[in-house]
């Protein structure tokens, strides 16, 4: 079972997949490289992927790139996460904020009633005890001067 690999800590101005596969070019072992791009732009977003074919493999890539100078920048390089189910993450911004609106009206904070009647809105919040004795000379110099 193939592992992807995270690299990152990529320079962001002119780089090639050529120059990135020829660092990681090994005779013993199949690699795949995928640069990341800005779709705009075309510039190196500053990552890429590299599959390896086993996980032993990919403990030994890590160990021998991970902190190697590549266009002076030290590469970063980890387990990748797996990715999320469909392309939800990358299509749908607009998708996934209408479910964040929906679970939002769903999740609408309802009052509690409690079985006390004509209790003071003073009675029911306790102030934090590291400031209870401030709070309370503050209250009494604004009754004092009230009064």
Excluded at 70 to 97: C, D, Y
Aim: aromatic share 6%; charged share 30%; hydrophobic share 35%.
């Amino acid at each position: 079972m193939s592992v992807r690999l995270y690299v990152g800590n990529l320079p962001k101005e002119a780089i090639e997949k050529e120059a990135l596969v020829a660092m990681f070019a090994d005779d013993d072992q199949q690699v795949s490289t995928k640069l990341i791009k800005d779709r705009k732009t075309g510039k190196c977003r500053g990552f890429a992927f590299v599959t390896v074919p086993t996980d032993e493999i990919a403990d030994q890539f890590i160990e021998k790139y991970n902190g190697q100078s590549f266009m002076e920048n030290p590469l970063k390089i980890e387990k990748a996460l797996p990715r999320s189910k469909g392309k939800a993450k990358e299509e749908g911004g607009a998708e996934n904020s209408a479910n964040t609106g929906a679970k939002k009206k769903n999740n609408k904070r309802t009052k509690k009633t409690t079985g006390h009647t004509g209790s003071s809105r003073q009675d029911a919040v306790q102030p934090d005890p590291r400031w209870a004795d401030k709070l309370a000379q503050l209250k009494e110099m604004l009754a004092a001067a009230n009064n």
